[in-house]
């Protein structure tokens, strides 16, 4: 909403109809929010992984962070978040594009943006037992294929509860939401493009080779981050479906600091401040990637 009001060379210039400070004001419960549940929180974070059980400074906490197991969990945590934020960049990018670009019925693809919002923040507990109910070890289709085809799919190897089960299991809610992310961006593609590229000749494929894709790379490796951010901070999914048996970053945060066998606050703390310079390198890679496109889609 603006107001109009007149210049001195008699033409008008929009005038903001609340002054700055009523901006401010609006402005004000989300800054609490920020300032209560995520600034405050790092600053606790950063302090206590310096500290020791009796609140001394130490840096005893920075340097287990380099013993063989720690190391371990972050690099299965980093395996797990990047295989799949690159499955369901791929695939989510071939849906959107379908969805954008192909031929579809319009219910088609108002249903296929419907599911991709419910599922992409379908995730936690409920998210690992509905994966446990369907293809666990006595789950539907496990079951059903047993009794159709008399084959058991974990005689075959496959394990819902290993890292191959938590890597399908992480897919689901990876592909919508590299739909919802992809799909603004393809429908920012302009037509001139396209039509400049097709009077010179171009076919297809080499539009997309030579302009389509040079313009939305920027945008599929910075949705890409977004979704290895994703994966990498999520817990809940995983402990509920293997229980804590893989040693993912999340998982041993939460042992560190609420467990009975392992329980050291200090080295929670430090962990917790590795995801945050992880997850901070995430977020500004995938802020510079989004600006390199939006000069394009303006």
Known sequence: MVQQEHTKEGGEKPRPSFPLISSFLFLLPFIIFVVAFLILPTISIFISAFQDSAGKFTLQNIKDLFTPYIMGAYLLSIRVSLFTAIIGAFIGFMLAYASTFGNLPSWVKSYLNTFSGVASNFAGVPLAFAFISTLGRVG?????????????????????????????????????????????????????????????????????????????????????????????????????????????????????????????????YALALGMIVIMGVTILSYNYLQSKTARWLK
């Open 140 to 268: 539907l289709i496990t079951t059903l294929i047993q009794q159709i085809f008399h084959i058991s799919i974990y005689d075959f190897g496959f394990n819902l509860y290993s890292f191959w089960g938590l890597c399908l299991t992480y897919i689901y809610f990876q592909i919508p939401l590299m739909v919802l992310l992809m799909t603004p961006a393809l429908e920012g593609m302009k037509k001139e493009w396209r039509e400049g590229a097709e009077n010179l000749g171009a076919t297809n494929i080499q539009y997309w080779f030579h302009i389509g894709l040079p313009i939305l790379l920027p945008t599929i490796l910075a949705n890409t981050v977004l979704l290895f951010g994703n994966a990498f901070g999520a817990y809940a999914t995983a402990y509920a479906l293997t229980g804590g048996f893989l040693n993912l970053v999340p998982i041993i945060i939460g042992a560190e600091i609420r467990g009975d066998i392992l329980h050291n606050v200090g080295l929670g």
